[in-house]
């Protein structure tokens, strides 16, 4: 089963969540993954070795001049103005590719080969029986969804079976976002009892539930803060309210220091397998609805 | 005129308090424009009851879509396609056509050009709206990117440029941003142009460690960058740690603010804390604004 952890607003808790179930399915050899490449933290809690390592980034055209006409076609076909024909020379500007190929498959002369421009690293590693997976942007980058796209091809393999996959989510409602639930059977909102919070999980329910189509539930964090704003949304769209973790200074101390929370507060583990089975139930039922 | 923008790496470090505190205290001493970075968990209208007097849309990006009258379900839509958008006729619901999946096109019309049938135009995307508004404390820029939209970069780009605009039409010293988390396209489209990026930080090992990748973004762009320690207290050996890097890269730590409940109450009040009680929380903004007023060499 693949679940995403995502929450719209930032810093309301995913990764403390993420990592916290991983850890309390060890028995299950879980895989887990960091796709907020821009920021990736699960790292700092979770420690893993890393075992392999690869760069990645997108293809980006190169053009042979010998072969070039400067017909232009490239230009013309490029929807990013990633190419620009000026006189005998073609300029290619990396940062606008989305290494899409059309150029590639337009030259009427094949003068066109792609390189990899490399943008970012995936590593693979793991603790005990986790399997982690993490991609890092490149400081100065800008496109994060190619980092975390080829990072699930890597790091998923294509047939999971019982094995959980968790995938760590940027914060946002924007395609970051999109891509790391892309493929999930569950996406798991983390939301903090707050307008900020609401305001955002509103949005994250727009995208995954009702852009996607993919089930949801919803984890209150810092629970005590705040409003009942929240609830009153889950309860009137019908969003099941999953877990609960209350405001507690014990909690914000040991994050503050990298302590997963199952490790500061033991007594969670338990609650954490009780939520992926309820989640199991969750996505068994929706697929029976579908039928 | 003065372009600041608040940024932190890691999100929900408390970027939006900041914002909202400093635009009120910043109306007190000089006129200024706001502008909401963050367009994809756009909050700082949450806390400036704003009044729309405008509302635009934002068209941009493509989609492609199939006509499912022309498509001979030939395949070469889906061989062609990169970001696995393109997807084979199905029984249910019945189909003749190969199918676009919205949410995964980019938009790069590759399947458009290698249609042999014709059967494919690309569709201008309606991504999203912007908002001119009247704030408190001065006009407000924000927007609203549509679910799952990409090019949040190019949307913080017209938001900010809009507020641009109308700061040297009204001669405004200060155009302040709210910018988002991360360091990807939206971080760079908000920190284009600005003379000082304000970071917030809080006292943990992931907020240190996002501190080190956005002050590499802002370094990397140019931008001279002042550092906030948000919830100080919460972790004093945490913070010094934040204190000392800073130190070491020569970067000012322009405030450290306590770790208290009546900032979620103000929030939740709809109010920048400023504005809403006078405490340690709201006398650490104040000196951050002096400070931060010094650096950009604004009169009042």
Redesign the interface.
């Known amino acids: 089963m693949i679940i995403t952890v995502a929450s ?5 808790g995913k ?1 403390t969540v993420a990592v916290s179930l991983a850890l309390s399915l060890a028995s299950e050899e879980p895989i887990l993954l960091d796709c ?1 490449v ?2 990736p ?1 699960a790292a ?2 979770l420690n893993p070795t890393i075992e392999a390592h690869r760069e990645v980034g997108q293809m980006i055209p190169s053009v042979d001049l010998d072969a070039c006409t400067a017909c232009g076609r490239c230009a013309e ?1 490029c ?2 103005n990633a190419i620009a024909v000026v006189g005998e020379n073609v300029l290619i500007f990396p940062e606008l590719c ?5 150029c590639t ?2 030259c009427p002369t094949e003068a066109i080969t792609e390189v990899l421009d490399v943008t970012g690293v995936i590593e693979r590693g793991r603790n005990g029986r986790v399997q982690f997976a993490q991609g890092i ?1 490149n ?6 969804v190619p980092v975390i796209s080829q990072l699930k091809r890597w790091a998923i393999p294509s047939s999971t079976g019982e094995r959980p996959v968790i995938l760590d989510a ?9 891509e790391a639930m ?1 493929g999930a059977d569950f996406v798991l909102l983390v939301t903090e009892p ?3 919070g609401l ?2 999980l509103k ?1 994250a329910v ?2 995954a539930r ?3 189509g993919l089930p949801v539930g919803v984890i209150i964090n810092r629970e005590g ?3 009942q704003g929240v609830d009153a949304y889950c309860e009137a769209e019908d969003v099941p309210i999953l877990m609960r973790i209350p405001i507690e200074r014990r909690i ?2 040991a ?4 302590v997963p929370l199952v490790d500061a507060l033991p007594a969670y583990r338990e609650r954490f397998r009780r939520l992926y089975a309820d989640i199991g139930q969750l996505v068994n039922g929706s697929k029976e609805g579908e039928r | 005129m003065k372009q600041l923008v608040v940024l932190s790496g890691k999100g929900g470090t408390g970027k939006t308090t900041v914002t909202a505190a400093l635009a009120h205290l910043a109306s007190k001493d000089l006129s200024i424009v706001l502008a909401d970075g963050d367009v994809d968990a756009a909050n700082l209208e949450l806390v400036l009851e704003p009044t729309k007097l405008e509302e635009h849309d934002f068209r941009s990006g493509k989609r492609a879509v199939i006509d499912s009258n022309r498509c001979t379900a030939c395949g070469v839509c889906e061989t062609v396609c990169r970001f696995d958008a393109i997807h084979p006729p199905t029984e249910t619901p019945f189909s003749y056509a190969y199918q676009v999946e919205a949410l995964s096109c980019e938009g790069c019309a590759s399947c458009f050009y290698q249609c042999p049938e014709d059967a494919i135009r690309m569709e201008e995307q309606l991504a999203g709206r912007w908002f001119r508004s009247d704030s408190r404390f001065g006009p407000l820029f924000h927007a609203h990117l549509f679910a799952g939209q990409e090019n949040s970069g190019k949307l913080v780009t017209l938001v900010k440029q809009q507020g641009r605009l109308l700061a040297s039409d009204t001669d405004a010293k200060l155009l302040l941003v709210d910018g988002p988390p991360g360091i990807g396209c939206p971080v760079i489209s908000a920190s284009a142009g600005a003379d000082v990026a304000l970071l917030v930080v809080e006292p943990t090992v992931a907020g240190a460690h996002d501190l080190e990748r956005v002050l590499g973004t802002t370094e990397h762009f140019g931008v001279p960058a002042l550092v906030i320690i948000n919830k100080a207290d919460l972790n004093e050996g945490r913070s010094q740690e934040v204190a000392d890097f800073c130190a070491e890269r020569g970067i000012e730590v322009v405030g450290r603010i306590p770790y208290d409940t009546v900032v979620t109450e103000a929030m939740v009040q709809g109010r920048p804390v400023t504005a809403y009680v006078d405490g340690a929380v709201s006398a650490a903004l104040r000196d951050v604004w002096e400070r931060v007023k010094a650096r950009l060499a604004l009169e009042a």
Do not use: R, W
């Open positions: 719209g607003k930032g810093g309301t990764t907020d821009e920021e933290n700092l809690f076909v929807q990013y989305h290494g899409c190929g059309s498959l337009n942007l400081v100065g980058e800008a496109m994060a940027p914060p946002g409602n924007a395609c970051p976002v999109v892309h707050t307008p900020f305001h955002d949005q727009e995208v009702d852009e996607m803060v705040g409003d914000a101390e994050y503050s220091e990298g």
